[in-house]
């Protein structure tokens, strides 16, 4: 998704001295989990700074930078949703998405498009509408889903487009994929607002797989 808003870590915002954290209130039990808290026996996807739990006709997408070769996204795509996550590191105290969510806005206002603050699963998301540039008909534009959950010193972007994003019955599955992945932050010291490092997964051999989407 390149026409996706990042997140940009020297933004010139005023930032709140303690902002509340935003999660689910069952974050803990039922996801996204931190790394202590999931069960070390099942069996993850290993992509360095998440862990995927494998489900039938889920496939595995990595967004490439294409000047520095780096992971900087793990697409996937599931029940005809889309869902793009990204870690990030964040303070231990506070939370990262109540600042973010309104930059997200702000650069897609920018962009011509517009977006609508609604309550979700995970707690506030935004809904959004965004002109769709490269390849597309002019004003033609995506609907998107922004979503975000702050965990013990990390934050979890997810968005979703497709089905996900518009119909109820799909959106509940690919919610339910947003609950399942598992957040290693690892104990590298780390600003708040940088990626956390993901990397290609390795097959049986320690070989990183092909380019290109993955069944998981």
């Keep these: 998704m390149s026409d996706t808003p990042e997140i940009d870590g020297t933004a010139e915002t005023e930032v ?47 967004e490439v930078e294409e000047g520095t070769k780096r992971v900087v996204a793990v697409g996937l795509d599931y029940a005809g949703s889309t869902l793009q996550v990204q870690p990030f590191a964040a303070p231990r105290s506070s939370g990262l998405w109540h600042e973010i969510r309104g930059q997200i806005a702000e650069q897609i206002k920018k962009q011509g498009g517009k977006t609508t603050e609604q309550p979700g699963p995970f707690g506030p998301e935004l809904l959004a509408e965004i002109p769709v540039v490269a390849g597309a008909q002019p004003g033609g534009s995506r609907i998107a889903r922004f979503i975000g959950v702050d965990g ?57 797989p092909a380019a290109g989407p993955v069944q998981v």
């Design 152 to 208: 013990p010193r990390w934050f979890l972007r997810g968005v979703i487009a497709g089905e996900g994003a518009v119909n109820k019955e799909a959106a509940e599955k690919i919610e339910d994929l947003f609950r399942s992945i598992v957040v290693v932050r690892g104990n590298t010291p780390m600003p708040p607002r940088d990626l956390i490092p993901l990397r290609m997964p390795t097959s049986s051999s320690g070989q990183p």
């Design 16 to 62: 709140p001295q303690d902002p509340e954290k935003s999660a689910p209130a069952d974050r803990a039990d039922a996801g996204p989990l931190d790394e202590d808290e999931a069960n070390a026996v099942r069996p993850y996807v290993d992509l360095g700074g998440v862990k995927i739990l494998p489900r039938p006709e889920l496939q595995l997408r990595l």
